[in-house]
């Protein structure tokens, strides 16, 4: 089975700060993919990073960067230099392999607010 | 880019009537859409995965009899809301991908209130 698990409900950040979303996932697909999208309270999903489970380098997109931690089953978010367009809901997801159907499954999700 | 349109991004209904959503992909062959519902501050849970020409797969605790899933083609799936009621109010959203390991695509959603 799989699991994805968001631990921050809200986060708080300075303005041009970094900031680091947590995120742990749980699956027996040796095979996957973990993404992180966010979620503006127009409700559209903005798809901002991908990190294939073979991949040997953590990914990175402008400012964001996934930090992949393999054996710890991590795969933390790292928004560098914080805007406030960033203030949003982040969920982290997994997409398994065939065991999984490739089926996407969401996190709970984390609240980001950028303070001025 | 790949896109997805949702529509309509926003209903209102009567309890005991049925609203059916449409998800389209518009330059690429969804082999595969996923459904997923998300209540006010939650997280999407999924609700069932649709592959083309065949029945929808639903997760644990979805009524298939109630929300009925329709893939005709490569680039159409919807989702009918059969006798909606008030808790069915909620934020639906699909996306779509093609091959197992391509990217998926989202539409924008649509806000369903059942009155």
């Known amino acids: 089975a799989q699991k994805i698990t968001q631990t921050q409900p809200g986060m708080f950040v300075q303005e041009k700060e970094a900031v680091t979303l947590d995120c742990t996932y749980d699956t027996s697909d040796p095979s996957y993919g973990l993404f992180w999208y966010k979620q503006p309270s127009s409700g559209e999903m903005i798809f901002l990073i991908y990190?294939?489970?073979?991949?040997?380098q953590n990914a990175t997109e402008g400012r964001y960067s996934l930090n992949f931690q393999k054996a710890r089953k991590s795969a933390n978010l790292v928004i560098s230099a914080s805007q406030l367009g960033d203030s949003a809901m982040y969920f982290c997801a997994m997409r398994g392999g065939w065991d999984s159907s490739y089926k996407l499954i969401f996190g709970s999700g984390t609240r980001l607010l950028v303070r001025p | 880019g790949a896109v997805v349109s949702q529509h309509p991004s926003w209903v209102i209904c009567k309890s005991g009537t049925s609203v059916k959503i449409e998800c389209r992909s518009l330059d690429f062959q969804a082999t595969t859409m996923f459904w997923y519902r998300q209540f006010p501050k939650q997280s999407l849970m999924l609700m069932a995965t649709?592959?083309?020409?065949?029945?929808?797969?639903?997760e644990q605790g979805v009524e298939k009899d109630k929300f009925l899933i329709n893939h005709a083609s490569l680039t159409l799936s919807t989702l009918t809301v059969t006798s909606a009621h008030p808790e069915d109010s909620s934020f639906y959203i699909c996306s779509a991908t093609g091959q197992p390991n391509s990217p998926l695509h989202f539409g924008n959603g649509t806000r369903l209130t059942v009155t």
């Open positions: 649709s592959n083309e020409g065949s029945k929808a797969t639903y």
């Open positions: 990190q294939g489970s073979y991949d040997q």
